[in-house]
Structures are given as C-alpha cells and as structure tokens.
C-alpha cells in the first residue's frame, strides 16, 4: 500500500468517526433527564467521553 493510500485511509477512518462522535452527542441531548436506561446511560457516558476527549485535544 502506498503511503498517499495509507493518509487517505488514515483521513477518510478520522472522518468517520467524527461522524459517528457527532451522532452520539447529538442523541445524548435528546435523552430525558429522568431516563435511566441502560441505553440512557452508555450513551450518556460516551458523549462524556467525546467530550473529554475533545476538550483535551485543544
């Protein structure tokens, strides 16, 4: 694989997943405060944890 290839992947996977971050933080403020479902919560918990992550990358 060349390296162009290599930084293209790298880049187009680095988009992805900011997409799929963005969904999650974006369903989190949708939930109900009062929900406490187990799919409340993980989502609620990994929206911090984007949050987190992103705020230490600055």
């Given at each position: 694989m060349s390296r162009a290839r290599f930084q293209?992947?790298?880049?187009?996977?680095?988009?992805?997943r900011r997409e799929a971050e963005?969904?999650?933080l974006a369903a989190a403020t949708?939930?109900?405060?009062?929900d406490n479902?187990?799919?409340?919560r993980q989502i609620l918990t990994t929206a911090e944890?984007?949050?987190?992550?992103r705020r230490d990358r600055r």
């Open positions: 293209q992947l790298q880049q187009e996977s680095a988009q992805s963005d969904q999650v949708q939930i109900n405060p009062a479902s187990l799919t409340a944890s984007i949050r987190d992550h």
